[in-house]
């Protein structure tokens, strides 16, 4: 993959640098802990890039903030998978937070194709994804209690949507900006207008993931 305007080491400093002026508590080789995975990381995050339509084909632009945030992301996954060190793993996502306003624990298992539109209030909580995920600014999926909801494939919400408690959403569910499933379920290949009571279900015309993806 092509690094725009940064070479692969170039980026492995990048991102050390930012950990130690972000966190200056002394821990030692951040350099190194980065090394570990960014070649992993990398190669993740191409399969993802690749997948995004509006997005060049096997470049990577680190002051595009999208991508960056997605490579915050896929490297704090990939350093718990591999070596599950909290601490690091812990300032990565601590540095997305702070740079993206992305709040998404390293654990969590975002798919190998996703899309962030903006990253701006972006909470997630731990859970499994399906590919084709769309995310917009102030979205959230979320527990409620025990209850964690189920996200099937090509799941889009846009601007101040959620998904909270115990839903089963279906694939192609698309939420229209303020809309929220709380504890109600959806049945696919639809649009979701309003919450609670006001629920409603629309069916798709055509298939929005297109939009997003190289399918």
Same mark, same amino acid.
């Given at each position: 993959?092509? !690094?725009? $305007?940064? *070479?692969?080491?170039?980026?492995? $400093? #990048? /991102?050390?640098?930012?950990?130690?002026?972000?966190?200056?508590?002394?821990? +030692?080789?951040?350099?190194?802990?980065?090394?570990?995975?960014?070649?992993?990381?990398?190669?993740?995050?191409? /399969?993802?890039?690749?997948?995004?339509?509006?997005?060049?084909?096997?470049?990577? $632009? #680190?002051?595009?903030?999208?991508?960056?945030? *997605? @490579?915050?992301?896929?490297?704090?996954? *990939?350093?718990?998978?591999?070596?599950?060190? &909290?601490?690091?793993?812990?300032?990565?996502? !601590?540095?997305?937070?702070?740079?993206?306003?992305? $709040?998404?624990?390293?654990?969590?298992?975002? %798919?190998?194709?996703? @899309?962030?539109?903006?990253?701006?209030?972006?909470?997630?909580?731990?859970?499994?994804?399906?590919?084709?995920?769309?995310?917009?600014?102030?979205?959230?999926?979320?527990?409620?209690?025990?209850?964690? +909801?189920?996200?099937?494939?090509? /799941?889009?919400? #846009? +601007?101040?949507?959620?998904?909270?408690? &115990?839903?089963?959403?279906?694939?192609?569910?698309?939420?229209?900006?303020?809309?929220?499933?709380?504890?109600?379920?959806? %049945?696919?290949?639809?649009? /979701?207008?309003? *919450?609670?009571?006001?629920?409603? @279900? &629309? %069916?798709?015309?055509? +298939?929005?993931?297109?939009?997003?993806?190289?399918?």
């Amino acid at each position: 993959m092509n !690094l725009k $305007d940064m *070479t692969r080491d170039g980026l492995a $400093d #990048y /991102v050390a640098a930012q950990l130690a002026h972000f966190f200056p508590d002394g821990q +030692p080789d951040l350099l190194g802990l980065v090394n570990q995975d960014i070649d992993e990381t990398l190669d993740r995050l191409g /399969v993802c890039i690749n997948a995004v339509a509006m997005w060049r084909e096997a470049e990577f $632009d #680190y002051l595009h903030s999208s991508q960056y945030c *997605t @490579f915050l992301y896929y490297l704090s996954n *990939t350093a718990w998978r591999n070596r599950q060190d &909290k601490r690091f793993c812990t300032k990565l996502f !601590l540095l997305n937070k702070a740079l993206n306003g992305f $709040d998404c624990f390293y654990d969590n298992q975002l %798919p190998d194709k996703f @899309f962030i539109g903006h990253s701006v209030g972006i909470v997630l909580a731990r859970n499994s994804f399906a590919n084709y995920l769309v995310l917009y600014q102030n979205s959230t999926i979320g527990r409620h209690g025990a209850d964690v +909801p189920e996200i099937g494939e090509g /799941v889009v919400l #846009y +601007p101040n949507t959620a998904i909270i408690g &115990k839903c089963r959403v279906a694939s192609h569910t698309v939420l229209s900006q303020g809309s929220a499933l709380i504890n109600a379920d959806s %049945p696919g290949n639809c649009y /979701v207008f309003g *919450t609670g009571s006001g629920l409603a @279900f &629309k %069916p798709l015309k055509r +298939p929005v993931i297109g939009d997003y993806f190289r399918l």
